[in-house]
């Protein structure tokens, strides 16, 4: 592993983003350099302190939630899915939990999953009926031999578990995908699609770190579709030596590219978040002519507290509760021409 060194080269803004800090004593990773079609900028290295909270999107409640949990002294396992519930039971949020927009066939199907210090990982995929899909998968992680549980399967045995079930669809959803229906056209939209499906990675005070994912996936997709939200290493991937990833966007091109498992290993070698972010979305449109028609967004966090966000187009997100401090703010993108 080689060792870098930072010159914390600091302009700090309001919650304590360092932009432009300059790495010394390194040279880029030849393989990932190969691979990348990100430009190379300096590096950056974003200080700050812990605990910590950061997400996707512009989750303010679900932020406060698991910071509130962070600072009564609480794991970041419990942060993150107590920060992770808020959003499932907005039902005006339509790409998580209850008021997700449905499939083609009008079903609202979750996937989640989470991930602890330990390394543990529980997740739920194509689940209906259920709104709390973080908690089912905290349970498959706990209360189970297994690590994934599907459908009709997740469904029972979030019932056994105590969970109640309900209808997902709210009238606001069933009448977007009504008006879908008209055209039926299948298609992404960037930043429109998914709005607000949460990844979010925690540092309690102990320093350990957990992260959530959580998503009614692409809206209108076809039925039995699953996205990179609920799989390890490519929704989120979590490593408490290391770091923690998740990503954001369209799904199947960070399924293909393992993205999160890819940042956290990039960390590994010595890349701040911010820069395994970029080399990661870098995999992506390196290989992929399309990108201009699609968003993807990482956010990540290492063992410091330092964090990165990165994503193709303009428009995305990160949230972070830090030092008292909630704040969405827009991270660099790659697609600079829009
Ligand atoms: C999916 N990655 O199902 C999810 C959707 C998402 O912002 O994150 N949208 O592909």
Same mark, same amino acid.
């Given at each position: ?44 290295? !974003? ?11 512009? !989750? ?8 509130? !949990? ?15 519930? @808020? ?20 079903? @609202? ?14 997740? @739920? ?6 709104? +709390? ?32 079930? %309900? ?5 606001? #959803? ?14 992404? @939209?960037?930043?429109?699609? =998914? +709005? ?56 199947? %091109? ?5 993205? #999160? ?16 972010? %970029? ?8 290989? =992929?002519? =399309? ?31 830090? =030092? ?15």
């Amino acid at each position: 592993m080689k060792r870098r060194k930072f010159i914390q080269n600091t302009s700090l803004s309001s919650f304590g983003i360092v932009a432009g800090a300059t790495v010394i004593g390194c040279k880029e990773n030849s393989d990932t350099a190969k691979t990348s079609s990100v430009p190379k900028e300096k590096d950056t290295v !974003v200080k700050t302190t812990i605990p910590i909270v950061i997400a996707t999107w512009n !989750v303010h409640d679900s932020t406060a939630k698991a910071w509130k !949990v962070l600072e009564q002294g609480k794991s970041s396992l419990d942060a993150i899915e107590q920060g992770c519930m @808020v959003e499932e039971a907005n039902a005006e949020g339509q790409s998580v939990g209850i008021g997700g927009l449905p499939d083609r066939d009008g079903n @609202v199907t979750l996937d989640a999953c989470i991930m602890n210090k330990e390394g543990n990982y529980g997740a @739920v995929v194509y689940m209906q009926n259920i709104k +709390h899909a973080i908690s089912v998968a905290r349970k498959v992680m706990e209360d189970t031999p297994h690590v994934i549980l599907a459908g009709k399967g997740a469904e029972q045995f979030a019932v056994s578990k105590g969970f109640k079930k %309900e209808n997902l669809l709210t009238d606001a #959803s069933k009448k977007a995908w009504e008006k879908w229906k008209k055209t039926s056209q299948y298609k992404p @939209v960037i930043n429109i699609e =998914n +709005h607000d499906t949460i990844g979010m990675l925690a540092i309690d005070k102990n320093g350990d770190i957990s992260g959530g994912c959580t998503t009614s996936g692409l809206s209108y997709k076809m039925a039995g579709r699953v996205g990179d939200s609920p799989i390890i290493g490519s929704g989120l991937f979590v490593d408490n030596e290391v770091g923690a990833a998740t990503a954001t966007g369209l799904g199947e %091109e960070v399924l293909k590219t393992v993205g #999160s498992f890819l940042i956290v290993e990039l960390m590994r070698q010595g890349m701040s978040p911010q820069k395994a972010c %970029e080399e990661a979305i870098g995999r992506i449109v390196g290989k =992929n002519q =399309n990108y201009e028609h699609f968003q993807v967004g990482y956010i990540a966090i290492n063992k410091k507290g330092e964090t990165g966000a990165y994503s193709i187009h303009d428009g995305f997100y990160v949230t972070t509760y830090v =030092n008292d401090k909630n704040e969405s703010t827009k991270p660099v993108f790659f697609n600079k021409k829009g």
